[in-house]
């Protein structure tokens, strides 16, 4: 009788610990699982948000610097020729063009390509009004060519600069977008954290209350007068 109580006592304890274990495991997998989806948004912050910011900030800086440059030979007293002018317009172009293909491999959501897209084409507009300013004033006419770079290549210019802000402006709401779903994943971890210490305590417990009935089940025995 002894020995058969012994023995479903040892089985109670061996299979408390082994539900304590699987729920471990099971808590461990999990949390392991959120931390590849943590790990994976912060490297689409930085791979899809923060490197397309800086992205359209030297966008910003290269068309801008082809607006100043013209400006500057059309408008002013400039020494610059139309050779060196045009020289530096298609370098802009060529790093505009390099910045445009990078920024297009990266992760954009449906409402960014769709800004991206008329950025684009504004670009091409942009630079069909600066060969027509070109071809102008090699012909000699530098007041026309003033004229529509003060128009029409300012209204266009005007339109690019607002779309890049629109981009920037979606570029930071889907980047805010997930923060708050990281946000989320990081409390969900201290959900399993503190399940996790839940249940050990509470195999514990279980275990202490199993020794102790254990024990007093011993008592009583060594106290039961034996039968002669």
Known sequence: MKWSMDIRQKRNITLLLSGMM???????????????????SFGSIY??????????VDLSENFFSKRLLLETYLLTDSKLTL???????????????????EFARTKLTAPEIEQWQAFRANIEEYARLEAEIMRVDKAGNRAAAGALFSKEGSAAFGRGINLLHDLARLQ???GEELLEGTRKESAFFYVITASQIVLVLAAWLLM????????NQQSERKSMPMSR
């Open 172 to 174: 930071s709401d889907v």
């Open 22 to 40: 699987i729920l471990i495991l099971l808590g461990t997998f999990t949390f392991r699982t959120s931390m590849e989806t943590v790990r994976g």
């Open 47 to 56: 791979k899809d948000r923060l490197v397309p910011a800086v992205l359209i």
């Open 83 to 101: 050779e060196e002018v045009q020289t530096r317009l298609d370098r802009y172009d060529r790093q505009i063009e390099s910045l445009s293909e």
């Open 208 to 215: 202490l209350n199993q020794i102790h009935r254990s024990g």
